[in-house]
C-alpha cells in the first residue's frame, strides 16, 4: 500500500512538474512587447555634442549628424531608420562611426548604468562592421550578449543618407513598457573630439493621454447646463500634473465651458478624473455644437549626467573602457491628446409648447383630482352651506 502510494505521488509530482515547464514555455513564446504603428522625430541639424561636456552645436561629418528617426514595432522587433546629413560606407582615416540603440528596459533610472540597461549598436572598426548587443549593470560592468563581426546584413544603401537598425526585444525578455535613446556617434582616434547626435528618451508606448466621456453626448435647450464625466488615462510611467481646457477659437461661442477641477494629477500609469460643465447661453440657436477639449503635461527632464562631471568619461558609448556614458541625454516634451465632444441644442419651447409638455405631464392627475373636487368636495360643501 506504501509503495503503491508513493508511486502515485510520483506520478502527480511528475505531471505537475511537466505543467509547470509547459505553462513556462507557453508564456515565452506570447510574451510580446508593444506594438506601434510608424512614428517619426526630427532631429535639428548640426547640433552634434562633445561627450565630455554638454556642449553643442557642432557639425562633425554628415554620417553622424541625425536629421530624422522613423521607428516602429511589431511586438517582437523594434525596427528604427536614422535619416543622416549623408553616410558613406568608406573607412575614413581616424574616425570610427557607430549608431545605436539604448535602452531602458524596466523605465528605471536606478536599474542599469543610470537607467540603461541594453545597447543595441552596430559600429565599424578599422573599415569592418560590427553589431554588438550588451547588458549593462549598476555598477558599470558590461555583458556582451551578442557579437557579430563582421556584420554582413544589409543596413544601408550606397549613395543614400541613412542606416538602419533593429533589436530583437526577446533578448531583452520583451518588456512591456520601455524607453530608448536613439543615436549616431563618430570617435576620433586621433586626438580630435568625439562627437555624438542623439534623441531624446522616447517612451515605448508612446507616451499619450487616452480621453473617455460620459455620456458621449448632451441635448440640451437654451439655458439648460448639465455635466460631463471626463476620464483621463496615461500611458507614462511617472505622476504628471496635466491641464484640461478648451480651444474658444475652435468652440461654439453660445456655449460655456468650465474644467472642475482644470488641473488634475495623474498616477503612474494610471487614470484621473475630472467633470466638463457646460452651460447653453439663454441666445443659444438650435443645431449641432462641437467642444473641443485638450489635455496637456510636460514631461521633466530626466537627465542622465548634467551638473554630475564626477560621472562622466572620456569613453563613448561604442567605448573600449568600460559601459560609457553620454554627457546629458534628456527629456523635455511635452505630452498633448486633443478631442471633442458633440453637442446638440434644441430649440427653445414657446409658451404654448411649455403649457403642451406640462399639461402632457401632469393633465391626467390634473382632471382626475378635479373630478374629485367637482363630483365630491364641492357638492358636499354645497350641502352643508344649504343646510344652515
Given at each position: 500500500m506504501k509503495l503503491l502510494t508513493r508511486y502515485i505521488f510520483s506520478i502527480i509530482c511528475s505531471f505537475s512538474l511537466l505543467v509547470i515547464l509547459y505553462l513556462s514555455s507557453i508564456h515565452e513564446l506570447i510574451a510580446i512587447s508593444p506594438s506601434f504603428p510608424r512614428l517619426e522625430i526630427i532631429d535639428p541639424a548640426s547640433d552634434l555634442c562633445l561627450f565630455v561636456s554638454d556642449i553643442c552645436g557642432y557639425n562633425g561629418t554628415g554620417s553622424s549628424d541625425i536629421r530624422a528617426i522613423n521607428y516602429i514595432s511589431d511586438g517582437k522587433f523594434l525596427n528604427a531608420t536614422l535619416w543622416l546629413a549623408s553616410f558613406n560606407n568608406n573607412t575614413t582615416p581616424g574616425i570610427e562611426k557607430a549608431y545605436g540603440i539604448l535602452i531602458n528596459a524596466d523605465s528605471d533610472n536606478k536599474t542599469g548604468m543610470l537607467g540603461i540597461d541594453y545597447k543595441v549598436e552596430i559600429l565599424s572598426i578599422n573599415g569592418t562592421w560590427t553589431k554588438i548587443i550588451e547588458e549593462w549593470s549598476s555598477n558599470g560592468d558590461v555583458k556582451t550578449l551578442s557579437d557579430i563581426t563582421p556584420y554582413n546584413e544589409t543596413f544601408f544603401e550606397e549613395g543614400r543618407a541613412y542606416v538602419m537598425l533593429s533589436a530583437d526585444l526577446s533578448v531583452i525578455h520583451s518588456p512591456s513598457r520601455y524607453k530608448v535613446i536613439f543615436y549616431a556617434e563618430e570617435e576620433n582616434t586621433v586626438g580630435n573630439p568625439d562627437y555624438i547626435d542623439h534623441t531624446n528618451w522616447i517612451n515605448i508606448p508612446p507616451s499619450e493621454f487616452i480621453i473617455s466621456t460620459s455620456p458621449n453626448s448632451l441635448l440640451l435647450k437654451p439655458g439648460e447646463d448639465d455635466f460631463i464625466k471626463l476620464q483621463v488615462n496615461s500611458t507614462i510611467g511617472i505622476e504628471l500634473e496635466a491641464n484640461l481646457y478648451h480651444s474658444q477659437k475652435e468652440s461654439a461661442d453660445d456655449v460655456s465651458v468650465d474644467f472642475i477641477p482644470?488641473?488634475?494629477?495623474?498616477?503612474?500609469?494610471?487614470?484621473?478624473?475630472?467633470?466638463?460643465?457646460?452651460?447653453?447661453?439663454?441666445?443659444?440657436?438650435?443645431?449641432?455644437?462641437?467642444?473641443?477639449?485638450?489635455?496637456?503635461?510636460?514631461?521633466?527632464?530626466?537627465?542622465l549626467l548634467r551638473n554630475n562631471p564626477a560621472k562622466t568619461t572620456e569613453t563613448s558609448i561604442s567605448g573600449k573602457n568600460g559601459a560609457p556614458i553620454p554627457p546629458s541625454l534628456e527629456n523635455n516634451n511635452v505630452v498633448e491628446q486633443p478631442t471633442s465632444f458633440p453637442i446638440t441644442i434644441k430649440r427653445a419651447l414657446t409658451q404654448g409648447e411649455i403649457f403642451k409638455a406640462f399639461w402632457n405631464d401632469y393633465g391626467e392627475f390634473i382632471t382626475y383630482f378635479g373630478g374629485i373636487v367637482t363630483g365630491t368636495i364641492l357638492p358636499g360643501i354645497a350641502k352643508k352651506i344649504k343646510f344652515r
Open positions: 482644470p488641473v488634475i494629477r495623474i498616477p503612474p500609469y494610471g487614470t484621473s478624473m475630472s467633470r466638463l460643465q457646460i452651460n447653453i447661453l439663454q441666445y443659444a440657436e438650435p443645431g449641432p455644437r462641437t467642444i473641443h477639449i485638450t489635455i496637456n503635461s510636460t514631461l521633466p527632464s530626466d537627465s
